[in-house]
């Protein structure tokens, strides 16, 4: 159990565009769910927590505007990439927190591979 | 300040050697530990985690930590190491109750020789 995935995997698109990526919980309602970004052969930042139904609560120095997030149900929340430069290209990654889990646990998703041409 | 030190930021050991994986924390709270696991373009996978009770907590793929609060340590350790453990490792400490957000150390990237 506790199952992540993240959709696409891997996205190539062209500067000015947006991207949406998708993290779902496949078989246990999230309460919250993260959102990082890791750069090469660096550690995870986090950007944002997204709570079901409530607006995301962003770190410091992350623009809301340009990383949108959606928590509409327990098992979905999406990032999107408004108007994408190539110097957002990185991985994202997304974890859940499991509404019934141990405190503080968290399952990741295996990852979004963005490129920004 | 909150933070998680790994000080060897790449380590190469031998297949079946035994491995050690030093991480050291700062936390104001009762701190929750956790290892996980990254291969090359993949998400992370959770090795273990201490939250409680026995300090020495066994992990999946025969990995093992300690937590040491008098050091404020948690290392992972293994006997013998395997040519599929080459990843990234990294520690992460957290705390209960409206503390979710986990901090993370930087990393260590481990080789392993044939």
């Known amino acids: 159990g506790a199952v992540v995935s993240q959709h696409p995997s891997r996205v190539i698109c062209k500067s000015g565009t947006s991207v949406k990526i998708e993290c779902r919980s496949l078989d246990f309602q999230a309460t919250t769910m993260f959102w990082y970004r890791q750069f090469p052969k660096k550690s995870l930042m986090l950007m944002a927590t997204s709570n079901e139904g409530s607006k995301a609560t962003y770190e410091q120095g992350v623009e809301k505007d340009k990383f949108l997030i959606n928590h509409a149900s327990l098992t979905l929340s999406t990032l999107t990439v408004t108007s994408a430069h190539p110097e957002d290209s990185s991985f994202y990654i997304c974890s859940a927190r499991r509404l019934a889990g141990e405190v503080n646990e968290q399952f990741f998703g295996p990852g979004t591979r963005l490129t920004v041409l | 300040a909150q933070s998680v030190t790994q000080p060897d930021i790449h380590i190469t050991v031998s297949e079946g050697a035994s491995l050690e994986l030093r991480c050291n924390y700062s936390?104001?709270?009762?701190?929750?530990l956790f290892w996980y696991v990254q291969s090359p373009g993949q998400g992370l996978q959770l090795l273990l985690k201490?939250?409680?009770?026995d300090t020495l907590v066994q992990g999946i793929k025969g990995f093992e930590a300690e937590f040491k609060r008098s050091q404020s340590s948690f290392n992972l350790r293994k006997p013998s190491v395997h040519w599929s453990d080459a990843a990234e490792y990294f520690c992460a400490v957290g705390g209960a109750g409206n503390n979710r957000k986990l901090i993370w150390g930087l990393g260590t990237s481990l080789a392993v020789n044939p």
């Open positions: 201490y939250f409680s009770g």
């Open positions: 936390y104001g709270a009762t701190p929750y």
